[in-house]
């Protein structure tokens, strides 16, 4: 079976074998018809529409040690920071201003901020802005606190699984952390009734086709509401300084992948790709995206949160440029909405 062949095959039945699979993801030469085919079925479900989420990373402390994060605990590089309650309610009220209807608290696994800290900040974000959606991004937690935030008021909860094969998994984080755990916390949250999102690294360290394969068939058994995909950007402030990172062409072909496969899933066009490419996010909406996330963090610390290096942290990636990055979506084709963008299933 050609290229064309299995694109179509994938279009019309949402799935083909692991081996058809492995073809796409390896082959450049199905960039074009995937992107096609993808753009296709993202229209019938949402449209020229692409929404907007208000980022703000409000702690780049960790707990955790995973050896390609930049905000690792053991960086001592890192120069660390902590937003107060007041700080992080302030960016909510720009982003509303902005038009924002979804804000997305993401940051370290900091112990600093327990469970109640959490529940009421995202409290009075539900208070303050009842209309808006509320995305938690803070990591492994027990299935009690989840609850507790969700009975707070948040709705949305972001966890990328990394990778779906435990022996790879292994290779990525210390022994302290388990797939079998990442993935206990993803259904949790299914069951507790948030709107899910996973996914996973393009191009990491020792990864090889048959673990996005595998990624791509635990995103079928999980069935999240969001898939949020990125190339690997190495940081010199960790063990995997040396390797290199992962490709654009290979990051599109899996968004379009992905598209094909969950038609109704939310996809982010992500930073990662906008800093490996200058027109990244562009190309990441025309492949099948339909999200972009610019920060609402305050300028002092968005240099500060730095999982990979030379992330693109001004300009257009700044909320406070909508019309910067409304330009930048149009030229894709496509119109940036103010709406709170729930999955369309």
Same mark, same amino acid.
């Given at each position: ?17 692991? $081996? ?117 991004? /803070? ?12 009975? =707070? +008021? ?20 210390? $022994? ?12 949790? @949250? ?36 969001? /898939?949020?995909?990125?190339?690997? /950007?190495?940081? =010199? ?10 490709? @654009? ?39 099948? =995206? ?34 910067? @990055? ?6 894709? +084709? ?12």
């Amino acid at each position: 079976m050609n290229g064309c062949d299995i694109t179509k095959k994938l279009f019309d039945l949402g799935d083909v074998s692991d $081996d058809e699979l492995k073809s796409l993801i390896e082959n450049d030469c199905f960039n074009e018809p995937l992107a096609d085919a993808a753009d296709i079925r993202r229209r019938e479900n949402y449209g020229d529409e692409v929404y907007i989420r208000g980022l703000i990373e409000f702690t780049n402390y960790c707990r955790n040690n995973c050896y390609y994060c930049g905000i690792r605990r053991d960086n001592r590089c890192a120069e660390r920071y902590r937003l107060t309650k007041e700080e992080i309610l302030s960016c909510c009220d720009e982003g509303y201003r902005l038009g924002f209807r979804t804000f997305v608290m993401q940051g370290g696994e900091d112990p600093h901020y327990t469970d109640e800290i959490i529940c009421d900040i995202v409290s009075e974000i539900r208070s303050r802005f009842p209309d808006c959606a509320i995305t938690l991004s /803070i990591g492994e937690k027990p299935r009690e606190s989840y609850q507790a935030y969700f009975d =707070a +008021g948040a709705n949305r909860y972001l966890l990328r699984h990394e990778t779906a094969d435990s022996v790879h998994y292994g290779k990525l984080h210390p $022994d302290s952390m388990s797939l079998e755990n990442r993935k206990r916390c993803l259904f949790d @949250l299914k069951e507790i009734g948030y709107q899910v999102g996973s996914g996973f690294m393009v191009g990491s360290p020792y990864q090889r086709t048959e673990n996005l394969v595998a990624d791509l068939r635990f995103l079928q058994e999980l069935q999240p509401d969001m /898939i949020g995909i990125g190339p690997y /950007i190495t940081h =010199a402030e960790t063990p995997f300084a040396e390797f290199k990172s992962g490709e @654009l062409n290979t990051t599109l072909r899996l968004i379009s992948i992905l598209r094909l496969m969950f038609p109704y899933a939310l996809i982010p066009s992500t930073t990662a790709l906008g800093t490996i490419h200058p027109q990244g996010r562009e190309l990441g909406l025309k492949a099948g =995206a339909n999200v972009v996330m610019p920060n609402l963090s305050p300028v002092s610390v968005r240099k500060l949160y730095a999982l990979y290096e030379n992330k693109i942290c001004t300009g257009e990636e700044a909320a406070q440029c909508r019309g910067c @990055l409304e330009r930048r979506v149009l030229s894709a +084709g496509y119109r940036i909405v103010t709406d709170i963008g729930n999955v369309k299933k």
